[in-house]
């Protein structure tokens, strides 16, 4: 069964520090990763989308990496600000065959950063 | 949330009604997605659609329906059957860059509640 998980389940650090979010993963045959944050009340967004051949990759503050062979993502946050305050949850996709693809998720981990 | 609009934000039904809930796209993607969140659990999906008249069941299907009459709008009915509804419901849509990768992008969520 594919499955997606996630520590730790909450975080809180203070304005200005950096943290890093995990992400393990049992899926097969695996496509990609993405990263998403979520704000309280509202819709994901997309962060990153890493496909097998990629081990790292930025978007501004948050930089993901993957290790396809241990199966593991992590998510760093630099100088986090208060707007990071939001969960941020893993999501692999792996093929089902017939030119699908399913994809799991983690259950997030909810940031709070504080003043 | 990108070019996708869910309907309404906060949604009030009684025991034994249907209720549908309203999702719309203006980003020409083929794909529509249904998930169902819940506090402290990964999103699950409930419907997706990859072309106009056609949908297939996610893992939590009972107790809900789907139509994809355009390629805009992708509709879910929330039906008495469904035991437990109360929950978060986000509608999503994707386009596909290939080789097995794909971006979706997520609409603001509506909140049922059940009274």
């Known amino acids: 069964k594919n499955q997606v998980e996630q520590s730790p389940q909450s975080l809180i650090i203070l304005e200005g520090k950096n943290c890093t979010l995990q992400c393990n993963y049992t899926v097969s045959p695996f496509s990609n990763l993405r990263w998403y944050k979520q704000d309280t009340g509202r819709g994901p967004v997309s962060l990153t989308i890493m496909t097998f051949s990629e081990n790292t990759k930025s978007n501004g503050r948050y930089t993901a990496t993957l290790d396809a062979d241990t199966k593991q993502s992590s998510l760093h946050i630099t100088a986090s600000q208060l707007s990071d305050s939001a969960s941020y949850i893993c999501v692999v996709s792996a093929y089902s065959g017939a030119g699908s693809y399913q994809l799991t998720f983690g259950k997030g981990t909810k940031l709070s950063v504080i003043p | 949330d990108g070019g996708i609009t869910q309907s309404p934000k906060y949604l009030f039904r009684k025991e034994g009604q249907n209720v549908t809930l309203s999702c719309e796209q203006n980003?020409?993607?083929?794909?529509m997605y249904w998930y169902r969140q819940d506090p402290g659990q990964g999103l699950r999906l409930i419907y997706y659609s990859q072309i106009v008249n056609d949908f297939q069941k996610g893992d939590i299907a009972e107790g809900y329906s789907v139509s994809r009459e355009k390629k805009e709008s992708f509709p879910l009915t929330v039906t008495s059957a469904q035991k437990n509804p109360t929950a978060f419901y986000l509608c999503a849509s994707s386009i596909f860059w290939g080789l097995g990768v794909d971006e979706q992008f997520f609409g603001p969520g509506t909140r049922l509640t059940v009274l």
């Open positions: 980003l020409n993607h083929d794909a």
